[in-house]
Structure formats: structure tokens, C-alpha cells
């Protein structure tokens, strides 16, 4: 770590890195923000490119931020110690923890997916608030989803509260991004079968057949799924909304579909994938 | 709806609602605010009983609020039009509705709670952020639980935030909150079955038997569940976490497992509940 003394809020590299909350700025680079020890930890983990970091040492503290520092120092990350009030400049999550970082957003197209034998998307239309793509993701990475793929959606996957919301997961959980119709026809060209979930009609979800390459399509919770996902090939079904509400949030949606479909695929395990 | 000019945001009605966003004001009158014509119109046809309204016409839009108006002028509501200033004041929402109500909270006592003869309960133990309990209501209304128990919570059931992010269920799920030792003992009363869901231990919840009078007992994110659930008469369970991650969000793993309990149960029908 550096020995000059902490940087404050007007130090350039601060305001530089701050850019990088306009989405312009994250198109234009491929670049987006870490904010906190835990997703840092996990970015690192998962060999996601850091380009630089700010530190806050006496914001300091736990394991995941010592894990985190060791990683940065080893991979000699370009790294400046900041004041609490630098740092809280960049910082945009409900805690300070010391650590934000300029990260390399992973790619998004549909053909860098790699996917298992027997895969599990779950495909998410239209979606506007960056928390409910993150909350999506950290459900696909506790259900063991192949991918997640964001169909039309209404912000980019590398806002910096996607990461946030994602607790990490999301330079983990494959993704991409595409319109709809391209997304459509991307999974009829490798004869995965499509499921279109619905407020009312086709079958209740534990009633449809979840087994064998399988896309599950949900959509934001204001209008439910466009058009597209009309068709006949796709199969309707429905989550039973049992209350007065007429939706879940689409990150609850989601974990429930996705862990009905391991359970029916036999054993929570991961398998090969 | 009165014909004097909208108020703005120093009139004193609007400061006195305004007090409701401290918990010790909610503690002291029973009361809290309802913020969103969504909310409101559930409000109301729930029943509960709304003590003021302030309404912005010039922010007034859609079906929600125009039933939600009727209902507040039919049962004479005492009623304030404020200016658009005056209602930003109030609100907390992030969308701007025109419609912000103090209503009286529901009881939560449970000596309250009424069951079906075959409930399922869910028990949230000291779970802090207000989001996400409103968002665990949500997630119960869907599934049809019979009822949502907070366990030594650290956050008051009224918040405000918490009817937010219920999307109105707050006025419609049964709620008790209790210190979790006394909710224990009222569970073994009742002779309730109560399962926990761990990290890690016991069945995976889908080898569980989810029959019969239940509750399921889920932790906050960050420490899980506290040594009062363990017992000879507890049993663990788990929710496979097949990724990085070592938790879900609350209202997700809430959901899987009472939408795992509906499907065992038979059939996605709420019954005589």
C-alpha cells in the first residue's frame, strides 16, 4: 500500500472513478463500481479484472476486507488510500466499508454463454430497477442456475447497484443481455424448451414438467411479459398467488421457479455444470 | 374533498403526521402512514381504519387512487389537499402518488392471531431492515400463509417501510411480534411443529415433511438463527445453497419454503383458511 498521506474528495483519480456512476461512462469503458469488502472479495475470487482501488483504512475491518486487501496487494492493484470523506465521495452503499474498486464489467453477449448439458436459464424481461436484477441474480446463484439473461432490459446489467444488490453474485452467475426477440431466438436455436411465467393461466408451476434444457421467462412485476413470449412452443404457467397481492417481487419469483425445477431435476446438487 | 386552497409543507397537520416516522411516535399512538394509492386501497378494503388523509390532485393518477378516494370520501375520512410540496413532505415512497394516509396499525399481539385448524406460520427472528419485512409479507401473502410471527424484531412492525414494501399485505397477512422465547412457548401450546432453517444441517427442506400445523422459523441474513431454536422438538432444515453465496434474501428463502409447503400440502388452494 501507498505511503502518501489519504486523499480527499477533489483528488482527480476520485472524480475520474466517480464517472463511472453515469451509465455513458460505464457503456463507453466496460468499467463499472465495487462498492464494499464482500463484493470486492468476491469480484476478486472470481478473477473479474480490478483496475483500481480505494481504500479507507480506518474504515477498515473484517475478514472479507483483509481477504479482499491481501488479493489487491498481490495483484499489484493500482491502489490509493483515501480520507472517510474521499471515500464516502465514491461509496454508494447503505454501509461504509472501506473498499470500493474499479472492476472490468463482464461481458454480455448471448454467444459467450457457456452453458451445462442439461441447463437452467432464467430469463428476465424488461426489467428497470437495478436491485430487483441484482436480488435476481443472488436467487440464480443460491438455485445453481445456468445463466441469467436479461431480456430488453431497462438499465444496464453493470450498474454499480446491480453489484451491490447481487451480495457478489454477479461475477459469478453467467449473463448476458439482448432484446427479446433475440434472446427467443437464441434458445430456439439450441432446442432449449421456453416457459413463459404469467400472472394467471397455463398450468400451476409444480404441475409443468421443470426437467431438461429449460429457459423460465419472468418479467418485470408492473406489466408482466410482452408479446414474444406468445407462441406455440412456449408453455404458459403460473405462480398461485394465494394473497390479495397480484405478484410477487421478481427475484422471489424466480427463486421459486428455479428451486422447483432442481427439485424436480432430483437432489439439490450442482452436478457437472 | 374540501374546497379550501392545498396546504403546503409547514402547515400543522402535515407536521403532525410528520411525527409518525419516529418509532416512539408510533409506539405512543398506534398509529403510522400509509404512503401510495396501491397501499391505501388495500388499507381500506382490509378494514383498517384510517384516521387522516392528505391528498396532491395534481399528482393523482389511476384506478388505485381513485378507488382508494371514494372510499376515504364515503367513509367521511377527514381530508387535507395539499400542494405538491406539501405531500413530498410527507411521502417516502419513490414514486409520487398524490396520496399519503395516517392509519391505525394492526394489533400484534399473539393472543391476536387467529389460525386455520392446519396453519403455516412463518417466524422471522430478529430481522432488522424494515424492506425486508415488508417484503417477507409479501412473499406470505402469495404462498398463503396463515400467519407472519416477528421474533424479538429489531425494527417495529409499523414502519412505515414496512407497509411499503409489503405492497399493502402489512393490512392483510396476520402479524404477532414477540420475543422469541415467548413465541416458542406459544408455538408449543399450540402443539405447532416448528422446523428451522439453517445454513447448513439437517434435511434439505424438500425431504422435509411440510404437513400438518407448521411453522418455519428463518433468521436475518447476516447471523441466522439464535440458540432458542434448538431443541429435541426442533427440527433443522436447510435451503441447498448451490453457488457462491451463503444466504438468500429473507423474503426468498421465505417464500421457497412456504411455496414448498403449499405444494406438499396439495394443491395451490388457500381452503377454509
Known sequence: ???SPPVGPSNPRIKSALRLRERKERDASGLTLVDGARELRRALEAGAEVVEAFVCETLLAGEDARVALDALGAGDVPTTTTTEAGLAKLAFGDRAEGLVAVVRAPSLGLTDLRLSVDPLILVIES???PG???AVLRSADGA?????????PRTDL???NVVRASAGTFFTVPMAAAASQEVLAWLRDRRIRV??????????????DLTGPLAIVVGAESEGLTDTWIGPEIEAIHLPMLGIADSLNVSVSAAVLAYEARRQRGGHTTGAD
Request: proline share 3%; net charge negative; glycine share 12%.
Open 1 to 3: 500500500m501507498s505511503t
Open 195 to 208: 416457459l413463459a411465467a404469467r400472472v394467471e393461466g397455463g398450468s400451476a408451476y409444480t404441475d409443468a
Open 132 to 134: 430487483n436484477i441484482g
Open 127 to 129: 426489467v428497470e430497477k
Open 158 to 160: 453493470a450498474n454499480p
Open 144 to 152: 445453481g442456475v445456468d445463466a441469467v439473461i436479461a431480456a430488453s
